[in-house]
């Protein structure tokens, strides 16, 4: 069993910079593939981000590649999500996902979710 809780939603300028935090529970923390997913009311659930276990793989949508990073820190159980030169189409609950696929986890299907964080971005 994995849980996950996020931290570090808010309210930000267009252009500013926001960082989310995961935290995850348990001791296999580094075998698990992570990732950030985003989603706004009436619309399906949007792949943002993803990292392999050792964090020496990343992908990201096209939509925030070049203003968003994602890191891990085993140590620490927790995962990051940087988010810079935000936009007001950037708002949106964020949520993190954990997956020893990293195939399933980037098309959505993660066994373990976290409640989400909300970010606004105003323009």
């Known amino acids: 069993q994995v849980q996950l809780e996020e931290s570090g939603g808010g309210v930000v300028q267009a252009g500013g910079s926001l960082r989310l935090s995961c935290a995850a529970s348990g001791r296999t923390f580094s075998s698990y593939a992570m990732g950030w997913f985003r989603q706004v009311p009436g619309k399906a659930r949007e792949f943002v981000a993803a990292v392999s276990w050792s964090g020496g793989n990343t992908y990201y949508a096209d939509s925030v590649k070049g203003r968003f990073t994602i890191s891990r820190d085993n140590a620490k159980n927790t995962v990051y999500l940087q988010m810079n030169s935000l936009k007001p189409e950037d708002t949106a609950v964020y949520s993190c996902?954990?997956?020893?696929?990293?195939?399933?986890?980037?098309?959505?299907?993660?066994?373990?979710w976290g409640q989400g964080t909300q970010v606004t971005v105003s323009s």
């Open positions: 996902a954990a997956d020893q696929d990293l195939t399933r986890l980037r098309v959505g299907g993660s066994q373990y």
